[in-house]
């Protein structure tokens, strides 16, 4: 099992670029999150999924987009891409709410110049 | 209001030395409480998890972690620092809705 991956791991952008996150996961999990980790701040929610074709507001979805197309899979898109956008990005997966453990994807390092 | 505080940023030890790590919480429900590691440039890994069963919960690498209601407390320990735990380490509280908070995390480093 591959568990959670992220593509790309590192991506330079300039501002008002667009750009796609791609987040796989293999456990056959119903929800999924993305969350950006900002220095001293820990994770902070940007959006999620409780299954296919459903998603859902974090904390700061502001900027941000998020698509669940397919199970297994959740996009995090940035249409027009803004210096308070640089941060490392990580997706996570679990088998439902609550007192499930999430599991974690290495990260994306976004810098948006 | 549900919220998690880590009170210190920054923990230094020697190795060899016990490990003790600090996470408050404030909740009007019987949240469900986590500690991650993360090692550098690496995702988030579970050291260990507290679902309202018994309060002294056991994780890997020989982390432990006591939930104390009544001082809505979940304070993480090591009896003896080894140079591979030097990592981030958060505190995440989470409840029956999609409420997670995570805390803003505690830079353990290991002197040798």
């Known amino acids: 099992n591959a568990g959670v991956t992220q593509t790309p791991k590192f991506r330079v952008l300039k501002t008002g670029q667009s750009m796609t996150l791609l987040c796989a996961q293999d456990?056959?999990?119903?929800?999924m999150y993305w969350y950006r980790q900002d220095p001293g701040m820990g994770l902070r929610l940007i959006h999620y999924?409780?299954?296919?074709?459903?998603?859902a507001k974090g904390e700061v979805p502001d900027g941000y987009n998020v698509s669940r197309l397919k199970k297994q899979n959740f996009l995090l898109g940035l249409e027009s891409a803004a210096p308070s956008q640089t941060s490392v990005y990580f997706c996570?997966?679990?088998?439902?709410?609550?007192?499930?453990?999430?599991?974690f994807g290495p990260g994306t390092r976004l810098t948006v110049l | 209001a549900q919220s998690v505080t880590q009170l210190d940023s920054h923990v230094s030890v020697s190795e060899g030395t016990p490990v003790l790590l600090r996470c408050n919480y404030s909740?009007?429900?019987?949240?469900?409480l986590f500690w991650y590691v993360q090692h550098p440039n690496k995702g988030l890994q579970l050291l260990l998890k507290?679902?309202?069963?018994?309060?002294l919960v056991k994780g890997i690498n020989g982390f432990e972690a006591e939930f104390k209601k009544s001082e809505t407390s979940f304070h993480l320990t090591k009896p003896s620092a080894h140079m591979s735990d030097a990592a981030e380490y958060f505190c995440?509280?989470?409840?029956?809705?999609?409420?997670?908070?995570f805390g803003a995390g505690t830079r353990l480093t290991v002197k040798p």
């Open positions: 507290y679902t309202s069963a018994a309060t």
């Open positions: 456990m056959n999990h119903e929800y």
């Open positions: 995440v509280v989470s409840f029956d809705n999609n409420d997670m908070r």
């Open positions: 999924s409780v299954g296919e074709g459903t998603t």
């Open positions: 909740s009007s429900y019987s949240p469900s």
């Open positions: 996570a997966s679990s088998l439902g709410l609550g007192g499930n453990t999430q599991y």
